[in-house]
């Protein structure tokens, strides 16, 4: 027989094989109830494309209505029909994130869009073996004790933010208060703190003069990442999965709006990071190099002291200093957003905090300090509760995909009713199924934070230290930075960072809604981003009344 034809009948039968032990694998999945999609082509991925979902736009709409008719896990549909796999249920997530280890990573797709703009080896896209080393090397980065020695920093950046704003004020001559948007000042502050901590680079973002590397990203996702193209969907559904990693990161150059702007940023941001290894490399062997404790300098230390067949090649450093920039500014800036824009819904918590930071700081002038401490901070309550539910109602990761590496059967804490009625209690996926893990949707589920999962307040986190019966979460129980072996390295430096800015800010200032009362969504640009929805084309932005603490 012609070999030709021998390849051709074996290709066929593989195919037939696979087609059948899909069908039959998945058939449970098959069962699992959930929304119809908008397009059989498109699957879900048509929102935005279709005029019926366009009032599902706003990060949450959607699973927020799929829980509520489905529960905790529901089926979705990929492209061309494929089936999906989206979960909040807390006893999945542990399964998924913690007892499985590597066996659900990242898919394809996502690993491609995220290295597009945090390089090509950073640790947000590393598996497996990869992403243990790479952690491993940058943790000194993140202790305790190198965590604490960023204070000073924090504080003096937070103070400088707020003399900025009473710089406003009174240059307004008005000392009852301004409109001021103060998503624009935190990502200043935030940029401010990363290139100080991250690599002892003054990048000026408070003062009008902004470093040419920061302000690459600025804005980023909000420009770049909504309402993909049909065809882009399909392309990146389709052809993806099925093209080498190696091969896969070509696709940058094709010229279309998020690749020319991703590629455009990563450019600016790995010329900088290769001349600051450079630098910091030549000064520890030169000893110079001792004192230095911004984050960059750590980890050449430790990348130099590693086994050389550990440490993390060239690439991998440059492509970490992106990450850091990334991971340190416009993400926690719009956590910190959102958090003013409650509390000034919520002016009776934001007195119980006023007052509890007023008690502090007398207690700190009666032992001869003159400052916070970080014992000090973690020990304020209402500011740590507020934090936290902040993170809770806001998650500014509010989806994580993953991919079935094997055939496997998920756990599942709260029973879900299938198509025939069924009440399941864990439900089978075959390898290959897509999950789409919603953050938003497990911070929000009633049965482990109240019937109130929908409103802020932070009291529940005054009178439970955590919640719920599984514990998922690197803090608190909440799903906000990950879990897990592949969780956010840097959770602590980010809760650092915004209990100092919040103490400084709620001990000066009053916020209050404008009375023109603009309403703000919370749009899905890849993160949550605010914006002023009567005035969408200005992007992100949240304006506030400030009044100075009398």
């Known amino acids: 027989?012609?070999?030709?034809?021998?390849?051709?009948?074996?290709?066929?039968?593989?195919?037939?094989?696979?087609?059948?032990?899909?069908?039959?694998?998945?058939?449970?999945?098959?069962?699992?109830?959930?929304?119809?999609?908008?397009?059989?082509?498109?699957?879900?991925?048509?929102?935005?494309?279709?005029?019926?979902?366009?009032?599902?736009?706003?990060?949450?709409?959607?699973?927020?209505?799929?829980?509520?008719?489905?529960?905790?896990a529901w089926r979705l549909k990929d492209c061309m029909g494929a089936d999906a796999l989206a979960i909040v249920d807390p006893k999945a997530l542990q399964y998924i994130f913690h007892k499985s280890g590597y066996h659900f990573p990242k898919t394809v797709v996502s690993r491609q869009i995220t290295r597009e703009f945090a390089g090509d080896d950073s640790i947000l896209i590393a598996d497996d073996d990869d992403h243990a080393r790479m952690r491993k090397i940058m943790s000194p980065a993140f202790t305790a004790s190198q965590l604490k020695s960023f204070l000073p920093l924090f504080r003096s950046t937070a103070q400088k933010l707020g003399q900025k704003w009473k710089d406003v004020l009174q240059q307004e001559d008005?000392?009852?208060?301004?409109?001021?948007?103060?998503?624009?000042?935190?990502?200043?502050?935030?940029?401010?703190?990363?290139?100080?901590?991250?690599?002892?680079?003054?990048?000026?973002?408070?003062?009008?003069?902004?470093?040419?590397?920061?302000?690459?990203?600025?804005?980023?996702?909000?420009?770049?990442?909504?309402?993909?193209?049909?065809?882009?969907?399909?392309?990146?559904?389709?052809?993806?999965?099925?093209?080498?990693?190696?091969i896969l990161k070509y696709v940058k150059y094709i010229p279309t709006k998020d690749h020319i702007r991703f590629r455009r940023t990563l450019d600016i941001v790995n010329d900088f990071a290769k001349s600051l290894i450079d630098e910091k490399t030549g000064a520890i062997l030169a000893g110079k190099g001792e004192n230095q404790k911004d984050m960059m300098s750590i980890l050449v230390k430790a990348n130099a002291s590693e086994n050389p067949k550990q440490r993390l090649s060239e690439q991998e450093m440059t492509s970490q200093v992106a990450t850091l920039v990334l991971a340190g500014h416009e993400t926690t800036s719009n956590i910190m957003t959102w958090l003013l824009r409650e509390l000034a819904e919520r002016p009776d918590y934001q007195s119980k905090m006023?007052?509890?930071?007023?008690?502090?700081?007398?207690?700190?002038?009666?032992?001869?300090?003159?400052?916070?401490?970080?014992?000090?901070?973690?020990?304020?309550?209402?500011?740590?509760?507020?934090?936290?539910?902040?993170?809770?109602?806001?998650?500014?990761?509010?989806?994580?995909?993953?991919?079935?590496?094997?055939?496997?059967?998920?756990?599942?804490a709260y029973p879900v009713t299938t198509s025939t009625g069924e009440s399941v209690k864990d439900i089978s996926v075959p390898k290959g199924t897509n999950i789409f893990v919603s953050l938003w949707g497990y911070n929000r589920l009633p049965h482990i934070w109240g019937d109130d999962a929908n409103e802020f307040n932070p009291q529940r986190f005054v009178e439970h230290e955590k919640?719920?019966?599984?514990?998922?979460?690197?803090?608190?129980?909440?799903?906000?930075?990950?879990?897990?072996?592949?969780?956010?390295?840097?959770?602590?430096?980010?809760?650092?960072?915004?209990?100092?800015?919040?103490?400084?800010?709620?001990?000066?200032?009053?916020?209050?809604?404008?009375?023109?009362?603009?309403?703000?969504?919370?749009?899905?640009?890849?993160?949550?981003?605010?914006l002023v929805k009567s005035d969408m084309a200005a992007g992100p932005q949240m304006p506030l009344w400030i009044t100075p603490v009398r």
């Open 1 to 72: 027989m012609d070999s030709r034809l021998l390849v051709l009948l074996a290709g066929a039968v593989l195919l037939v094989y696979a087609t059948i032990r899909r069908y039959l694998t998945g058939r449970h999945l098959r069962k699992v109830r959930g929304p119809k999609a908008p397009s059989w082509l498109l699957g879900e991925d048509s929102v935005g494309h279709n005029q019926e979902m366009v009032s599902y736009l706003e990060v949450g709409d959607f699973d927020g209505k799929c829980m509520a008719e489905y529960g905790t």
């Open 174 to 246: 008005n000392t009852s208060g301004a409109r001021l948007d103060v998503n624009v000042w935190l990502a200043r502050c935030t940029l401010d703190v990363i290139g100080d901590a991250g690599f002892d680079v003054q990048c000026g973002a408070l003062d009008d003069s902004l470093n040419p590397v920061m302000e690459a990203y600025k804005n980023m996702f909000a420009d770049a990442v909504p309402f993909p193209s049909k065809w882009t969907i399909l392309f990146r559904s389709l052809v993806w999965p099925h093209i080498p990693m190696s």
């Open 354 to 412: 006023r007052e509890e930071t007023r008690a502090m700081r007398a207690r700190i002038s009666a032992r001869g300090d003159t400052d916070f401490s970080m014992s000090d901070m973690d020990s304020m309550t209402y500011c740590v509760a507020a934090v936290k539910e902040v993170l809770r109602l806001h998650p500014v990761v509010y989806t994580i995909m993953r991919v079935a590496r094997r055939d496997d059967v998920i756990p599942l």
């Open 467 to 530: 919640m719920g019966e599984t514990y998922v979460g690197v803090t608190a129980n909440l799903m906000s930075f990950s879990a897990g072996p592949q969780a956010c390295i840097g959770w602590r430096f980010a809760m650092m960072e915004m209990q100092t800015i919040i103490i400084e800010l709620i001990e000066n200032f009053e916020f209050h809604i404008p009375d023109d009362k603009p309403e703000i969504i919370r749009f899905a640009a890849g993160i949550s981003v605010p």
